[in-house]
């Protein structure tokens, strides 16, 4: 295969797999492409879609400009809710208006407390109502509440939230807990239709490439279908669902315990993103959650909720991944020294693969010179030198392709463990060693993006290679500069990673190379 390709066919073979092996996710698995094939091969036979209900459009559901984008004011909060790490307010339409992290570690780079209610668009907890006279009646009425300000540091507070419309009260018991998990009860005096909204995730301007936001909608039979922000198309229903979330890299607003005969819609803003709300009855009663997407406080909450952490294509690798992550870190303290421990054991898993690899590269070199000979002598007959060049392989023991499917093999591993660094919201803040104080932002010295550049520039140096041409030879060796200008805005965690991934496969290498030198001498001496 790899003897009838070009010299620049096997240089873009080259390139894509160097992309692949450094996890440039997006060259050949785009996030909006990813989750397309997850939303269209989800979908379920109790799902259904729709454009209209009761006369009221999709979109007409998705935007109500007056409940939606309504200016925020002292006088529009009703109450006040203090946490240890987190202050959470209540309008006067019966929303959350906002979360507020205090946590020095969420703070943007200019200082401010990261919000995890976005400032437009749909909020937790909005009633929207399919009358629309009724509808125009609760935007302009305001709720009352029967506390307005309480501490959650030490237990949990109930607070009872009630519209008076003129044919209708509507009233909300809410619980919220310390740990910032919340119970919802809602009340209609009457059977009346309506939909409950999950908010809108807010969009942070320190967001890392390739992260992906949208909508997360978990069945019970563990199926999750996402819809990217940018994606979303029609109307579609769920039921049978266990979690639905809206979710940034770091942070999600979730609702859980919905009942499985609730019927969940996904619909479109104006900006194709997804919309959640969900049908509610007379008496209604589920749990929420707006959360930093920490895997051990999600799991005591409820070990469900873990499944609102998302990682893509290769979840049934990132998972397991992730839980050993966690097992070092529980063991050695430190999040950057459980990083390099899993680099360590994941080199050491799939060296078996890697060996094969590199034999088969260097004996791949060792023949190339008989290679460009028989290139030379059949040059006008490109099927004899095919199979003269494959005689040769077979006759030497080297196969063309030993070399690039060991690697193959790997990748969903490199993919898995790239969206385990990516998406852990546990690296915030994580010291490692001097002068990196965040594992989860980019190194700010630049120290690790060119220790990662070095040693993979080292690496080429020492790993054999079979290039007939010059010029294919030069442009491969500027990937290390490529790709160390990629990996300088890339979060420190990922650099660490990837540098130190490239230290233990020079030790491979050299241990390689060493065997196969001796090999060749015992060959020569016989």
Known sequence: MLDKMTPNQRLILALVISFFFLMAYSAVFPPEEQVGTEQNTTVQKSEVSSTSYNGISSVDLGHDTQATTQARSSDAILATLKGANYTLTIDTLGRIDQKEMLEEKFKSKDG?????????????????FTDKALNDEAISTPYTSNVKEANLVDGHVSITLTQK??????????????????????????????????????????????AVEGVMVYSSNDISTIITDGDAESMTSYVDTVLVSSFSQYFASIFYNVGRDTTIKVDRDRDDNPVVFMEGKKDFSFNGYIVPKDYKILNSIKPELTNAIEYGWFTFVAAPLFQFLM???????????????????????????????????????????KVKELQAKFK????????????????????PLGGC????????????????LLNAVELKGAEWIFWITDL??????FVLPIIMGATMFYQQHITPSNFTDPMQEKIFKFLPLIFTFFFITFPAGLVLYWAVNNIFSIAQQAVVNKKFAAHKKAKLEE
Do not use: C
């Not at 003129?166 to 998990?181: A, M």
């Not at 989860?440 to 010295?445: E, L, S, Y």
């Open 112 to 128: 401010v407390d990261a919000k995890l209610v976005s400032e437009t668009g749909a909020k937790p907890l909005y009633i929207r």
């Open 165 to 210: 419309l003129s044919s209708l009260t509507v009233t909300k018991n809410l619980t919220f807990y310390s740990d910032g998990h919340y119970d919802v009860k809602i009340n209609m005096s009457k059977d009346v239709r309506y939909y409950v909204y999950l908010g809108m995730h807010p969009t942070f301007p320190d967001k890392q490439m390739m």
């Open 327 to 369: 097992f070092l870190h529980d063991y050695v303290g430190n999040w950057g020294w459980a990083i390099v421990i899993l680099t360590l054991v994941i080199r050491i898993l799939l060296f078996p693969l890697t060996f094969k690899g590199m034999l088969s590269m260097a004996k791949l070199k060792e023949v190339s010179p």
């Open 380 to 399: 006008g007959d490109p099927q004899r030198m095919n199979a003269a060049v494959m005689e040769l392989y077979k006759k030497e023991g080297a196969n």
């Open 405 to 420: 499917l060991p690697l193959l093999l790997q990748i969903p591993v490199f993919f898995a463990i790239y969206r385990v």
């Open 440 to 445: 989860a932002h980019m190194d700010p010295t």
